[in-house]
């Protein structure tokens, strides 16, 4: 493959600065990002931290519960029983806190470049994904310039870096829709602004008296720290720099308790000149950023022109002629926005990631656990990034131990810990909704479930490894916790168990009067992910070795009474069931499939092991429609992906990766439903439209053509299970399979050239793909293992 068509699987570029927010190019360390806006003679650098959250720690998890413990959940259970849905669903509005709190934006830093003046030329803006650093320059009178922008890994700071022909000076300047707590004060190389952040935000479909409220006795203080290492003028609410050819500027941010009232040194502290060499710091953030990137990449053929469009424009094309590395393209921005939102020590990604510019943010640009932060993760382990899994990993073991455990004991009368489908930095873990939301999204009492498998799948990528056997017995208090509420929560009968009360996200039936009703008994989603958490438990428990008696009795019985759930079922119509009992669809097109839970991600749906159900599950995802918002479409994808249905992958993808319409998102109130709108795609920066933004759409993307590529579940490699037709030759290289096997595959005209396999540690795996047949291959650390299309098997030391 040439340079230039490398290039295009790893380059986003403009020859016009950006026009929205959604048009900027994102750059992040997993703490600080910055979006970079872009213009001839300035930079506009959109500022986030995902430390800058509103809220006060400690605040109670149960505020505004008006009926809570083992009573309450009665007499819903009763109302369920009798059949009265509305009066389950009034009894649950009665349980529910106000809101989650806000992951805030920081402002913008303005970047002016002073001195040349008239018309640019040569405009161009990218972001290199290999290097994660976002580029323009141009020319103007005689001055070519040229910025760079990247969120430095080594040192925590955003740095932008101004390179010009001839001396020029820059004007900076910070603002934010914040509360200002002091002017931004010089501080001889630079500047530094003080914000209050609010103790309380309120969701954009809430409306109380004081949507943003301020405490400044209480509240908590971002301050934004802006220098050059060389002696500023003050200029209006920033300062002018000396004239050079060279400028760095650093960008820190800060936030905790506000200190008391202070101005700034006026005197320059020269930084170390290590810090102030701009090359030196651009090489090391580098070959930090390359570590990861390049451990694993796709190569698909682009279209010949690729190399000379905009990529909004690339985009557009697509749609009319094929550009199989577009999905190339996409791949590795999710990778990239994993990386730049999720590093260890950090906090999970929000629904926007580390990118949010509005106050309140898109559903408070906080956490959606019922879909949607699981699915930021799924690439983590398969794409080679498994230690940016490490901050959802974290914050579920201190949900579990903080206030998901209040939610399970003071609200549900239950043991261990739940966390329903709204949170926030604080660990919010109760419903949501003030009294008044409706259950179909307020009330979902299995996130703490589902994100308590997510530490299983960790461990399953690297199960040879001492640090992920550590990993794991750090989260099994949380994976076992959540054992304890799920044993609470099911309720055993003569007749067998059941879940009550239950919901299936987000989604309606139609009760008999045509009402539509939330609320039922033993949803198939609540179903698959108890069972699916047994089986982990089990699973769990003999590699750490468990020896609790207490500990290993729930996990048999965890074991025998989801066993005990209503199985899944096939209705009249051929599709899979999605409640306990026949139920009329009250939104047949509806985003969610929740009750394909067990399809993907997990795999207690296949066609292999389950044909009859795999078949169900495959008119279920027909019955609802191709068409959907952007992470929808995306699940889809990895759906017919797990179906083996490359022709469908196809077709999802090309939704997927299609322009979004119009010049901004359309209006969406506060729970994910989008007025007249289901249509996902792409922005101009390729930010996935829900609408509006969601960073899960991108990441699911990369997760589902992962999937379409390489699938490792039960025991057995599939090689291209779902290959896209399109995609007649292409590479992948180091991408991640159960078991500790890392595989590099060559395919041309949709069959298998070469294999490469190497393990972490030794293991047995059986290998079926396009021409390859390799039962009980057996795998050591240090080889490498090359299987060729006709079943031979050979072996190397790498």
Known sequence: MSTQARASLHTLQYAHPSRAWTDALPVGNGRRGAMCAGGAGYERLWLNDLEAWSGLPGADPLAGVEDRAADALAAVRRAVDD????????????????????????????????????????????????????????????????????????????????????PVRLRLAHDARLRRRRANTPTGDGFEAEWWLPVDVAPGHEQPAEPIRYDVERGRVATVTVSVGARCEASDDGVLTPPATEHLVRVLTRVGPAAPEAHAASTTVAAPRRERDGAALREAHIAVHREQYLRCSLELPSHPDVAMLDTDERVRRAS??????????????????????????????????????????P?????????????????????????????????????????????ARDLHGADGWAMHHNSDVWGHAAPVGAGAGDPAWAFWPMGGVWLALHAWEHFAFSPGTDADVAELRASWP???????????????????????????????????????????ESSTMDCELLRELGDVCASAAAVLDERDQEVTALIAELVETTGLLPSLRVRGDGTLAEWSRDLAEAEPGHRHLSHLVGLFPFARITPERTPELADAARASILGR????????????????????????????????????????????????HVAGEHRGGLYGNL????????????????????????????????????????????????????????????????????????????????????????????????????????????????
Request: proline share 7%.
């Open 83 to 166: 059949g009265d849905a509305a009066e389950a669903e009034r009894l649950l509005q009665r349980q529910q806190t106000p809101w989650v709190q806000a992951f805030l934006p920081l402002g913008r830093v303005d970047v002016e470049v002073a001195g040349p003046t008239g018309e640019a030329s040569g405009y161009h803006r990218a972001l290199d994904l290999t290097t994660g650093i976002a580029s323009q320059h141009y020319g103007i009178d005689g001055c070519r310039v040229q910025h760079e922008t990247w969120a430095d890994r080594p040192t925590g700071a955003i740095l932008h870096r101004v390179v010009a022909s001839r």
């Open 320 to 361: 009319e002629r094929p550009d199989p590395g577009l999905a190339a393209l996409a791949f590795h921005y999710g990778r990239y926005l994993l990386m730049a939102g999720s590093q260890p020590g950090g906090r999970p990604l929000t629904l926007q990631g580390l990118w949010n510019a509005e106050l309140p943010g």
């Open 363 to 407: 559903w408070s640009s906080a956490y959606t656990t019922n879909i949607n932060l699981q699915m930021a993760y799924w690439p983590a382990e398969v794409t080679a990034l498994g230690e940016c899994h490490e901050p959802l990993l974290r914050f579920v073991r201190e949900v579990a131990a903080g206030p998901g455990a209040v939610v």
């Open 478 to 520: 949380a994976v076992v916790g959540a054992a304890r509420f799920a044993r609470s929560w099911i309720q055993r009968d003569r007749a067998g168990a059941r879940t009550s009360p239950s919901t299936s996200p987000e989604n309606h039936y139609l009760d008999a009067t045509g009402a539509m009703r939330s609320v039922d």
């Open 625 to 672: 429609g191709e068409e959907s918002t952007g992470w929808a479409l995306a699940w889809r994808a990895a759906m017919w992906a797990r179906l083996g249905d490359g022709d469908r992958v196809e077709r999802q993808l090309a939704l997927a990766l299609r322009p979004a319409d119009g010049d901004g998102p359309p209006a969406a109130d506060g729970h994910g």
């Open 687 to 798: 930010f996935s439209a829900h609408p509006p933004f969601q960073v899960d759409g991108n990441l699911g993307l990369t997760a589902a053509i992962a999937e379409a590529l390489v699938q490792s579940h039960g025991g057995v490699l599939r090689l291209l299970p779902a290959l896209p037709p399109g995609w007649v030759e292409g590479r992948v290289h180091g991408i991640r399979a159960r078991g500790g096997v890392t595989v590099d595959l060559h395919w041309s005209e949709g069959r298998i050239l070469t294999v490469e396999l190497h393990a972490e540690g030794p293991c047995r795996i059986d290998v079926l793909g396009p021409g390859i047949e390799a039962l009980g291959c057996e795998l050591r650390p240090g080889a490498v293992t090359r299987l060729q299309p006709v079943g031979h098997l050979a072996e190397g030391v790498s």
